[in-house]
């Protein structure tokens, strides 16, 4: 049984940086695809960035709202996914969550139409 946990929201003003992290288990780090995704109040799910990797290859998504500002990588050893988030802005206010497939996905695919298992969210807001 696949389970994420993430961790490391808060509360930060505009411009400022957050780091999440998201463990995964039961599943095989070397082939997977694992996502972030956030959802504010009133508004859709929406990806923010996804990646998924195998042995030889690996693919990465980025919404066009984050690109330049957050980035996403992971360290195999430790079986987490990070998103680095810097320049914050109000409008990035929302409950992040991530989600692991436990499979290769297309990472454009995997943020368009996620699927498998959820973590419970962590909550940043950025303030004015």
């Known amino acids: 049984q696949v389970q994420v946990v993430e961790s490391g929201g808060g509360s930060v003003q505009t411009g400022g940086s957050l780091r999440l992290s998201c463990t995964a288990s039961g599943l095989s780090f070397d082939n997977t695809a694992m996502g972030w995704f956030r959802q504010a109040p009133g508004k859709k799910r929406e990806g923010v960035s996804c990646m998924s990797w195998s042995w030889s290859f690996e693919t990465i998504d980025y919404a066009d709202s984050v690109k330049g500002r957050f980035t996403i990588s992971r360290d195999n050893a430790k079986n987490t996914l990070f998103l680095e988030m810097n320049r914050l802005k109000p409008e990035d206010t929302a409950m992040y969550y991530c989600?692991?497939?436990?499979?290769?996905?297309?990472?454009?695919?995997?943020?368009?139409?996620?699927?498998?298992?959820w973590g419970q969210g962590t909550q940043v807001t950025v303030s004015s």
């Open positions: 989600a692991a497939l436990g499979q290769y996905y297309s990472a454009v695919s995997y943020c368009a139409s996620p699927f498998g298992s």
